[in-house]
């Protein structure tokens, strides 16, 4: 049988041990409490603000001139001077001499013409004398005489009437003439700059024989094709509209401006597109020229919007934004969006000055959910998608 001492001392070192132990257990301190965690979803905001905004409708075209004229003879002959100015890239005044024709067998002709217009008047004016006369002597003996009308061909009406066709006809020559010998100066029928010459010293032409061309250059033309669905940001189909033209001259951005001045009424069979004329004018005598046959993008002025808001088009899903509201919950607001254009969205109801539209992504956005608002500056506020959904 086991001893009392091999009884008791085993027990006496485990109630010991549960001693030391709980002497160590009440000189340990409790574990510090943990703050409790705000889980609410982080996002970033940026104010709303609501101005008066004027659409802008964007096309491109080449500059033409508005008028273009190509020169033919209307005579024959050899060309016995050219000016200076005619040659391709001159510029020549309205009434500028650009060549002449030899004049020579048409100055000639003239003085023929006119010489006949003076036979023709002589002959006129004496039978006329002699109508006159035969007039005269028919009221003399009319009273014995058996008939009371005398004849058309006593009073010498068919013989005037002769002459009096010659001497029209001898006008007509001398008109005529008169037009050819001016038709052997070819002048400027505007200010113009000469696109083509055909021609030089010594040539020889006849009627309808090309000379060259030449482009007005007090207006310049630009046909700008517009979208279907574009013409309704623009007032009265854009017609009166004020224009911007840009186009690269010598590596730099050059604009000029324009106005629109009509539609040309159809729609382009292939393109689809309305075609609308913008005109700019003198555009040789601006600064920095614009010149026919240069490319140009341009900027239509349209209809203008009042407290109008104009937000990233990435932050609107079915028409909603989310907003941030004053007691840092998540909004939902209807907007009604009047165009989208370049990655923004014109807005003009549903959001007013000084609200907090939400530019971060929220995976499971709810109406009411709390929400925490990043007070850090964001350098690029519009980069994610606002809501974002299954």
């Known amino acids: 049988m086991a001893?009392?001492?091999q009884i008791f001392l085993p027990l006496g070192v485990l109630a010991g041990a549960i001693g030391v132990f709980v002497a160590l257990s009440a000189m340990k301190s409790p574990p510090p409490q943990k703050a409790q965690q705000d889980i609410a979803p982080l996002v970033e905001v940026t104010p709303v603000e609501l101005t008066d905004v004027?659409?802008?409708?964007?096309?491109?075209?080449?500059?033409?001139?508005?008028?273009?004229t190509e020169l033919v003879a209307q005579v024959s002959g050899q060309v016995v001077s050219v000016s200076e100015q005619f040659v391709k890239g001159g510029f020549v005044a309205k009434g500028d001499e650009l060549l002449r024709i030899d004049p020579n067998d048409y100055e000639?002709?003239?003085?023929?013409?006119?010489?006949g217009l003076a036979q023709a008047q002589s002959a006129l004016e004496i039978e006329q004398a002699q109508a006159h006369v035969a007039k005269a002597e028919w009221q003399r003996i009319k009273d014995n005489a058996n008939e009371v009308i005398p004849s058309e061909l006593?009073?010498?009406?068919?013989?005037?009437a002769e002459k009096l066709a010659n001497f029209r006809a001898a006008q007509a020559q001398v008109k005529r003439a008169k037009r050819n010998l001016e038709r052997t100066s070819i002048r400027a029928p505007f200010d113009a700059l000469v696109t083509a010459k055909n021609i030089s010293l010594g040539s020889v032409v006849s009627p309808g024989s090309k000379l060259g061309q030449v482009d007005a250059t007090d207006i310049a033309k630009v046909r700008l094709p517009v979208a279907n669905h574009d013409m309704q940001y623009?007032?009265?189909?854009?017609?009166?509209?004020?224009?911007?033209?840009q186009s690269d001259i010598a590596g730099k951005a050059v604009t000029w401006q324009g106005t629109i001045v009509r539609n040309e009424g159809v729609v382009d069979k292939r393109s689809r597109m309305t075609y609308l004329v913008a005109y700019v004018n003198t555009p040789y005598q601006h600064s920095v020229?614009?010149?026919?046959?240069?490319?140009?993008?341009a900027t239509i002025t349209g209809k203008q919007l009042r407290n109008a808001a104009i937000i990233p088009s990435h932050l609107i899903k079915e028409n909603r934004v989310a907003l941030l509201n004053n007691d840092n919950t998540l909004e939902f607001s209807a907007l009604n969006v009047i165009r989208e254009q370049d990655g923004m969205a014109y807005v003009d109801t549903g959001l007013t000055t000084g609200e907090q539209l939400i530019t971060s992504a929220l995976e499971y956005p709810t109406e009411g959910m709390?929400?925490?608002l990043n007070d850090e500056p964001t350098q690029k506020p519009h980069t994610q998608l606002a809501l974002k959904e299954d």
């Open 54 to 68: 004027t659409l802008k409708v964007h096309s491109y075209g080449e500059v033409m001139a508005q008028e273009q």
């Open 289 to 297: 020229p614009l010149r026919f046959g240069a490319y140009t993008n």
């Open 108 to 115: 000639a002709a003239l003085i023929e013409a006119q010489a």
């Open 370 to 372: 709390a929400l925490r």
């Open 154 to 160: 006593y009073l010498r009406k068919p013989q005037l």
């Open 234 to 245: 623009l007032i009265d189909g854009g017609v009166g509209a004020k224009v911007s033209l």
């Open 3 to 5: 001893s009392k001492k």
